[in-house]
């Protein structure tokens, strides 16, 4: 039994749990959705994620609400939400589990995203190698487009939300959200000059917004428990909800685990990954991929949160 409550990963633990829309559905999917979609302005949703706490959870921790928020207010024209799946980065292997394991929590959080953003088109960028996570996805969206849940009228409340998958082509450098959207664009995968920022000239240089897997599969829970329940996990009010971290190489569990933001790397390590293989002494970790500067074991005791990690001199992935 896990020691912490699990939120994103819940699902996909209980037995027989399927992905499908019918065993989504049956565990409270979707409920979110048809909680706000006609019924709670698009703005109040974007005021719950702000309340939340949520940050994004691809690397850069940015407040997902405030980056909602950046785009440009009575511009009348296509907006769109990219959702990065481009999951690159050497030891990370968490939106695969997700995209896999629970497709259609995934595509409840880019539906609501949408719907409070004003984006009438959403574009999966997959990275090319995930050919089953590809094909998971688009069966999932063909069950939820004829449930009523994405395209024209969800719900019945004159709402419109195409998702579509795009698999990128290999490329690491398109995890860089501009080098992703170059890429969606059909040309060269290079990052853009900022600014402008995507905020305002993005996909087809019309404002785009840009999240992260995880950071969306959060707002289905958001939504349906709240901002304060969310934000009351963690390590208010800077880091807070739970984080799935990868953890691998010489450990004797490795394996994607979801911890409420603020445990330590000893908890993480020690005791829910096992400690090291034949009890070896540990010599080095790294907290958030190929980028982040090593750590060692006298920063075991670091909180696994934004700051803290950065004030030993590292970062999250």
């Keep these: 039994m896990p020691k912490h409550e699990l939120i994103l990963l819940k699902n996909m633990m209980q037995p027989g749990y399927t992905g499908s829309l019918q065993d989504y559905e049956r565990a409270g999917g979707y409920q979110a959705l048809r909680k706000v979609v006609g019924k709670v302005p698009p703005a109040e949703v974007t005021a719950m994620v702000m309340k939340s706490g949520l940050r994004g959870r691809g690397?850069?921790?940015?407040?997902?609400?405030?980056?909602?928020?950046?785009?440009?207010?009575?511009?009348?024209?296509p907006r769109y939400l990219c959702c990065n799946a481009d999951e690159s980065e050497p030891g990370t292997f968490k939106d695969r589990q997700l995209i896999e394991r629970d497709p259609h929590q995934i595509l409840?959080?880019?539906?609501?995203?949408?719907?409070?953003?004003?984006?009438?088109?959403a574009y999966i960028y997959i990275r090319g190698e995930f050919v089953l996570g590809a094909r998971i996805l688009e069966q999932a969206i063909a069950e939820a487009r004829t449930a009523g849940y994405i395209g024209t009228n969800i719900l019945g409340a004159g709402i419109t939300a195409n998702v579509w998958v795009h698999r990128g082509?290999?490329?690491?450098?398109?995890?860089?959200?501009?080098?992703?959207?170059?890429?969606?664009?059909?040309?060269?995968g290079l990052p853009r000059v900022k600014p402008p920022f995507p905020?305002?000239?993005?996909?087809?240089?019309?404002?785009?917004?840009v999240n992260n897997i995880e950071t969306l599969a959060n707002l289905p829970h958001i939504v349906a428990r709240g901002p304060e329940w969310f934000a009351s996990i963690g390590s208010p009010p800077k880091s807070t909800g739970t984080r799935v971290f990868c953890v691998s190489g010489h450990v004797k569990r490795p394996g994607n685990y979801e911890v409420p933001m603020g445990v330590t790397f000893r908890e993480l390590i020690y005791e829910l990954a096992g400690g090291m293989r034949s009890d070896?002494?540990?010599?080095?970790?790294?907290?958030?991929?190929?980028?982040?500067?090593?750590?060692?074991p006298t920063h075991l005791d670091v909180k696994l949160d934004f700051e803290s990690v950065a004030a030993a001199g590292s970062m999250l992935g």
């Excluded at 950046?70 to 009348?76: A, D, N, S, T």
């Excluded at 880019?110 to 409070?116: D, E, K, N, R, T």
């Excluded at 082509?169 to 060269?188: D, F, H, N, Q, V």
């Design 169 to 188: 082509a290999g490329a690491y450098i398109c995890g860089e959200e501009t080098a992703l959207l170059e890429s969606l664009e059909g040309k060269r």
């Design 108 to 121: 409840e959080g880019i539906v609501l995203a949408c719907y409070a953003i004003g984006a009438e088109t």
């Design 199 to 209: 905020a305002t000239h993005g996909l087809y240089n019309k404002p785009t917004v």
């Design 280 to 296: 070896k002494p540990l010599k080095a970790f790294i907290p958030g991929g190929a980028s982040a500067p090593f750590l060692t």
């Design 59 to 77: 690397g850069a921790g940015f407040p997902t609400g405030v980056k909602w928020g950046f785009l440009p207010k009575g511009y009348q024209g």
